[in-house]
């Protein structure tokens, strides 16, 4: 799984995502990457790195890269936090390969479908996107399990 999107949130959604399949015992490849340069080689927003930890996620060893094609044929899944980073996916992705590109938030519950940008806001805003990025975990982890049933 790669997940796309910008220096708040994709790192984000990498950590939570790999810790919460390491409780599980689910082993996955997950990798964060954003669709521009931006960033690239820097940490998480440092407000992203609190809010995480408070909750018991380490964001800190993970780096800001930018997408490249070979990760459309590596993972499985291309994940995108919103619709505009979707749609630069899928200009980038080879046609073979845009199967893969989902909405992250396509694996939750919630009604919302896009993690929105907390960088602008406060610590709610921080709070609300760890609690999406949650429950889409939780729901992509279920996914895998049925995957890798149907796959064995």
């Not at 996620?57 to 094609?69: G, K, M, N």
């Not at 619709?83 to 939750?108: D, N, T, V, W, Y």
């Not at 806001?121 to 609300?128: L, S, Y």
């Amino acid at each position: 799984m790669v997940c796309t999107g910008n220096i708040c949130r994709s790192p984000t959604a990498e950590g939570v995502f790999r810790t919460l399949a390491e409780k599980e015992g689910l082993l996955a490849q997950v990798d964060s990457a954003g669709t521009h340069d931006y960033h690239v080689g820097e940490p998480p927003d440092g407000r992203a790195l609190d809010h995480a930890s408070r909750r018991g996620y380490d964001l800190s060893e993970l780096r800001a890269r930018q997408i490249v094609q070979q990760d459309f044929a590596e993972f499985d899944l291309v994940l995108a936090m919103d619709r505009g980073h979707l749609r630069i996916l899928e200009r980038l992705a080879p046609p073979q390969h845009r199967h893969k590109l989902k909405l992250f938030l396509e694996f939750s519950v919630l009604p919302e479908k896009e993690v929105p940008d907390p960088y602008y806001g406060g610590p709610a805003e921080f709070e609300r996107v760890l609690d999406m990025v949650e429950a889409a975990s939780r729901g992509l982890i279920d996914h895998a399990r049925a995957y890798l049933r149907v796959s064995i």
